[in-house]
């Protein structure tokens, strides 16, 4: 009897031990630490101050975003109705001197092909406005050289960069009344290639497009390009010009008729309709579905972050612990933290109305409860297989 029993001791001792070297070698994924070092830290934990979110402070927001001014881009005229092209190098020039076709430019009274040119307006509608580049579907004509100036017969080379087609209309003919009486001369400009403004991102038709006579503003310049993409966010459409970004927001104008977004653009600028990844908000925590969100025309509150999370858990959310973290992006090391206590009355109409900012953390905390019955299923395993290696050695 007992031999039995210390031979049960000894079976039990070896698959004890079997079961725990299998912790090794046991399939899956994981990561061997013992090559790692890591030094304990001694400084003291962060502490960061928590606002409660409340009607004074979701007032206080409204003022504070009210008041906060935008920062637009300097106009290029001050009378946008007074607008008028200047000539710039590369553009190509038609010239006419009726009477006179030995001066006039072969083809000069044609239109050009191209779509950024000046065209009959049947063809410019049913063209894009960017499909014409430098050397495609060129137009004969004087085009500008790179110095800003042309060559003509009689008058010898003249600078028209800078100039107005009516400016180069009346020095031409000044120059030829000496060897043509009464010149009647006209200058148009045949393909628009000089001034150009760049369209990038989520645009169907990315590309350079022509300043051309007719002022092309924000939302002239994303139609021409194709308009927007389903991804695009074009509540941040971003224009660097000079060096300096400018963050506008087209649908503003869209929705609301602020004319303010709709700027004027000038040679040389870059309009970029980014996509919504700076534009989320993440929504974790004891929720019923963790999700990215995306800002609904510029705007999402808190009500709307948890409604696309599915809501909180019942049984495993913390009511009182509904946090927003803020500004982590840019000061990770200060954020900005907020907290909603939904067991209040007002909690429902505070969460519908404090607005999120892009890139802002929901977090729903756990309940105590919950987190103990957590630890319990980590241990209850454990302490059954104790259990039942102690009524094997019996």
Not at 36 to 44: D, V, Y
Not at 122 to 145: C, E, K, L, R
Request: proline fraction near 7%; charge should be negative.
């Amino acid at each position: 009897m007992l031999k039995t029993k210390h031979t049960a001791t000894f079976a039990a001792s070896l698959l004890l031990t079997a079961f725990l070297g299998a912790c090794a070698t046991a399939p899956g994924n994981y990561l061997d630490t013992s090559s790692l070092k890591e030094e304990p830290s001694n400084a003291p934990a962060e502490t960061y101050p928590v606002h409660l979110i409340d009607s004074a402070l979701v007032a206080q927001q409204a003022q504070d975003r009210a008041a906060t001014p935008q920062k637009l881009p300097p106009p290029p005229m001050a009378d946008p109705s007074q607008y008028v092209y200047h000539i710039s190098p590369q553009d190509i020039l038609g010239i006419t001197v009726w009477d006179h076709p030995e001066l006039t430019t072969p083809n000069g009274s044609s239109m050009s092909s191209g779509a950024t040119s000046t065209q009959t307006l049947a063809s410019v509608v049913q063209q894009p406005y960017a499909s014409q580049q430098s050397g495609q579907s060129d137009p004969f004509g004087q085009t500008v050289a790179a110095d800003g100036t042309i060559y003509f017969p009689f008058v010898g080379r003249m600078m028209v960069a800078g100039s107005t087609p009516g400016d180069v209309r009346d020095r031409l003919a000044r120059g030829l009344v000496r060897f043509v009486r009464n010149p009647q001369v006209d200058v148009r400009v045949l393909a628009y290639r000089g001034q150009k403004v760049q369209v990038t991102g989520d645009v169907k038709t990315p590309g350079p497009l022509a300043i051309s006579d007719m002022p092309l503003t924000l939302v002239d310049a994303i139609t021409r390009s194709g308009g927007a993409t389903d991804n695009a966010d074009i509540q941040r459409v971003k224009l660097t010009r000079n060096n300096q970004l400018y963050v506008l927001n087209a649908n503003r104008l869209l929705e609301d008729g602020d004319t303010t977004q709709n700027v004027m653009l000038q040679s040389g600028d870059i309009v970029n309709v980014p996509d919504h990844t700076d534009s989320r908000v993440f929504v974790m925590g004891e929720v019923k579905t963790p999700i990215q969100v995306n800002m609904i025309k510029g705007h999402l509150t808190i009500a709307d972050a948890l409604t696309q999370g599915g809501g909180i858990l019942d049984t495993d959310a913390n009511p009182r612990q509904i946090y927003v973290m803020r500004g982590m992006k840019d000061n990770p090391t200060k954020p900005d933290v907020y907290r909603l206590d939904m067991t209040q009355p007002n909690a429902i109409m505070l969460s519908s109305q404090f607005q999120l900012q892009p890139m802002d953390v929901v977090y729903v905390g756990t309940a105590a409860s919950t987190t103990f019955n957590r630890v319990l299923q980590q241990v209850l395993p454990t302490l059954e297989s104790v259990f039942y290696l102690k009524q094997l050695t019996r």
